[in-house]
């Protein structure tokens, strides 16, 4: 078995502001099995694995952290917004086919890390919001407004809340109760991402920037420019402020911020640091690049 090894990059830290968030203890580059290319990671809960999908975006495979071992979970599946169970056990996943008429239609799966089983959560159809959560053992979905969840390797099934856009629209289902919230009315908005707490809602609207807002859509505050933002705690998100020429991203930093606009350079220009992702104690965050390559930064308070 191949033993992953961790290579030690010297890229540039910097700061955008007086006050230190995190502190960065090292950011390092995994050197991946022959073959194995990200586009996007998640990281698991414990931060012992990443589940990543290829530059294609079309399969999946887990990369143990530990052992340097990669695991195929499924050829076909999408690693945008992936989740993973607290155990680490369940990999939930999107997967897209075509029907007899060619329409492509979203379906939900999870796959069992240990015993390779895969289980349909919600059969493909074209309705199929963006969101859904993964928490205390089980799946909530949102499909036309309706709730579904499932209870994971015999778990009982409890629902929990999910942040989702719905054609552009930033839904909340709480209670079985899907609203639309839309903080700053009619608009485009993306990326939604609920915090730990599970008391607000990091979100992208277009043309207008990054925002955090309650979880009945009040108070929002703006954070800036932060694409594909994710949680490190409940008062301090990472997010990538990427530049393009209109065709690629031509450069791409990892942005630390808390909720009162202080702001921390995480990644230097070494590298286009795109699409982070965290792990729930908030001290590893991993980030993807345009190449296919896999980074990893460790953080402290």
Known sequence: ???IIFSALALCVGMVASAQLVKVESINKINLPQGVYVNVP?????GSFVVVSDLD?????????????S???TDNGSGHDVKISADGRTVVFRQKTANKNHMIMTGLKSVDRVSGKTTEIVKPSRN???????????????EKGRVKTKGLNGA???AAPVVSINYGHLDVTVDGKTTTIDPQGRGSYLWPALSPDGTKIVYW????????CNLDGSNPVKIGVLRATKWIDNNTLVGMHDIDDGTFITSSELIATDLKGTRQTLTGNDVIAL???????GKTVVFSTPDGELYMVKLSK
């Open 57 to 69: 975006n079309r399969s999946l495979k887990s990369i143990d952290l530990a052992t340097g071992s």
């Open 42 to 46: 998640t990281i698991s809960p414990d």
């Open 205 to 212: 609207l277009a043309g207008a920037g990054c925002f955090v």
């Open 1 to 3: 078995m191949k033993k």
């Open 275 to 281: 699409n982070p992702s965290v792990s729930a104690d």
């Open 71 to 73: 695991t195929l979970l």
């Open 156 to 158: 009982k099934a409890t």
């Open 128 to 142: 199929l919001n963006a969101g859904f959560s993964v928490a205390a053992g089980s799946v909530t979905a949102v």
